[in-house]
């Protein structure tokens, strides 16, 4: 057989023309913090270094060098067309982002989703698939049971939108200077920045923390930005992320920006270290603080209506098409197409109905609700063993990323299968949950105005609430729960659209608001409400009647909304609180009146 292998010599004429790495002397891969010498380096380094002088004598810098245009080349002295192309050919491969090596995940909602091997080392930690045993929507498992996904999964969609929106910018308006080291920056605080969530999400940081420890003021996204920190620093990450190209501290900072927010909030004119004034619209992708519109959100309205079942009615990739940076006030941001303010209007409509039918949802809340007490009555007996060996408990494992990373919805199951004494409390609540012996809802209210409600005002709202209209049963205050849920558009009482500038096709430069009044007269008046929800932890028939006749005088007392079924629960008491009856109502009181007045004439 090797008698028949023929010898081949290539001709180097004929080879594919590879990639050609830097020499010893090339600077580093962001053109754009070129100096004069930098851009001197490359043009060396890409075999053009006879018109170096040409380039050092205009003082030209790697900001300028997207500017440069073949007139340009010829008044410096590039009088033969084919060098000035071979130079132009060599500029254009500067803010060419080439896709490089990556690793292919199938989601089932964006389909084949490609990882930069950076983003695939991130994943590849512990930290990071800790993401796959907390619960993407908590409680709500409990109620949707085709709810099970985890922020594991939703973290790669929202790192994969980043990507696909950051390179679409790019790809429209390549004036932006977006560079390979951006994009890879971006990815990253899109996979990252649900890193701090706790066992059973939202619930850990909504309802736990500020019980188990009140007055700390702790947020998910806080614990995100430690998270990371401890990632990188634990799995020496440092180094990769350098022969990627990305430049450190600048790039860290800039990433846990896009999480969180400024990590000096105090800098009045731009609070921001990770990136100049210039590139402000690559911290609207990720975590918008300015309107809402985000990746984030995109990721997870349609991850969520594809497990729990609801019509998802907003398109994220028409957003994705008409995203362009426009010039307002001063500072870019990310514009959208005027005829999509519609589409935009869907997307706050659908962040509304899932609250309402999912993630507010009567069942899931009090599931939480429970969880929750049995998490407080543990709290001090499960400890987490953290840095240098210490020791700590729930509450106290987020002061601890080493701590905090064991912690997980498994919290729910190793209370539930333990045999300690200690637990007994916290065992039985959550044993009635998986029972189905849960607590009961009287009812839902609404005050006339938003109404900021302390937990003394709760208190005081369960005293009345245990007021007993019945002689055998008793209730105390202990009995009742009352959930204040607000309910909005993500801007508390204001219009996020008003926030949104867009441009029209015949200007595509010129950023527009577009008012509601332009819009549809079929649009919402008011962006926010607030629903009292009152529950009662009594189950026997007896406990549950009283409590509903309860829940309505008590509603009755405090002038808010009558309770839907309140002239079942309690007829004999509705019809006594005049501004509970409706135009119907009042029209049958008045017909019956005069019918009454005819009978005795």
């Known amino acids: 057989m090797a008698s028949r292998k023929r010898s081949f010599t290539p001709d180097s004429s004929l080879s594919t023309p590879g990639k050609r790495a830097p020499g010893p002397g090339a600077p580093e891969t962001d053109y754009a913090r070129w100096g004069a010498e930098e851009t001197c380096l490359y043009l060396r380094a890409e075999g053009l270094g006879e018109w170096e002088e040409a380039f050092r004598e205009q003082r030209i810098t790697g900001v300028g060098l997207r500017c440069l245009a073949d007139a340009d080349l010829e ?188 990590l000096d909030p105090k800098e009045s004119k731009w609070p921001y270290r990770g990136r100049p004034e210039d590139k402000s ?53 990310i514009c959208t197409r005027d005829k999509e303010v519609g589409n935009l209007y869907d997307m706050f409509h659908t962040r509304n109905c899932l609250h309402r039918r999912a993630y507010q949802h009567k069942v899931a809340n009090i599931v939480e609700t429970m969880i929750t007490e049995a998490f407080l009555k543990a709290d001090g007996h499960i400890l987490f063993e953290g840095s240098d060996g210490k020791m700590f408990s729930l509450s106290e494992a987020i002061d601890d990323m080493e701590a905090y990373t064991k912690v997980t919805d498994n919290v729910f199951e190793q209370i539930l299968n333990s045999s300690s004494a200690e637990l007994k409390d916290s065992r039985e609540i959550l044993k009635n949950i998986v029972c189905r012996r849960l607590y009961k809802c009287l009812g839902h209210t609404q005050a006339d105005q938003h109404e900021n409600v302390p937990q003394e005002r709760i208190a005081s709202w369960e005293a009345a609430l245990a007021r007993c209209v019945s002689q055998d049963v008793v209730l105390d205050p202990e009995d009742f729960i009352i959930d204040v849920i607000n309910l909005d558009y993500g801007m508390k009482e204001k219009n996020p659209i008003n926030s949104v500038r867009f441009y029209s096709k015949d200007d595509p430069s010129k950023a527009v608001q577009i008012r509601k009044n332009q819009v549809s007269k079929l649009l919402p008046e008011q962006f926010a409400e607030q629903l009292i929800r009152v529950y009662c932890k009594k189950n026997d028939s007896k406990s549950l009647e009283a409590a509903k006749k309860n829940f309505v005088q008590w509603c009755m007392d405090e002038n808010f909304s009558k309770p839907q079924d309140g002239d079942i629960i309690a007829p004999e008491l509705t019809p006594l609180k005049p501004s509970w009856q409706d135009d119907n109502d009042k029209e049958k009181i008045t017909f019956g009146k005069a019918r009454i007045q005819l009978f005795k004439r």
């Open 75 to 262: 008044k410096m002295g590039l009088e033969l067309l084919g060098d000035r192309l071979r130079v132009l050919h060599s500029l254009r491969k500067l803010w060419q982002i080439e896709a490089g090596p990556s690793k292919v995940f199938n989601d089932p909602i964006h389909g084949h989703m490609e990882m930069h091997l950076l983003l695939v080392r991130i994943i590849d930690t512990p930290q990071f698939q800790r993401l796959r045993h907390i619960k993407q929507l908590g409680g709500a498992y409990f109620v949707f049971p085709g709810a099970s996904h985890n922020r594991f999964e939703h973290s790669l969609g929202v790192g994969h939108l980043a990507g696909e929106l950051v390179r679409a910018l790019h790809q429209r308006q390549p004036e932006l200077q977006i560079t390979r080291r951006d994009i890879l920056c971006v990815q990253i605080a899109g996979l990252c920045h649900d890193l701090g969530h706790g066992p059973f999400s939202h619930m850990f940081d909504g309802k736990f923390i500020p019980k188990a420890r009140p007055g700390h003021t702790w947020k998910h996204e806080e614990a995100s930005v430690d998270m990371f920190d401890h990632l990188v620093k634990v799995n020496d990450l440092e180094p990769v992320m350098r022969e990627h190209g990305l430049v450190l501290p600048e790039d860290l900072d800039f990433i846990k920006e896009q999480i969180a927010g400024p």
């Open 281 to 333: 619209f690559l911290y609207e992708i990720v975590s918008n603080k300015r309107n809402g519109i985000d990746v984030d959100k995109w990721d997870y309205f349609a991850r969520d209506c594809y497990h729990l079942g609801i019509k998802n009615n907003f398109d994220y990739s028409r957003c994705l098409m008409f995203a362009r940076v426009c010039e307002v006030d001063g500072q870019k941001h």
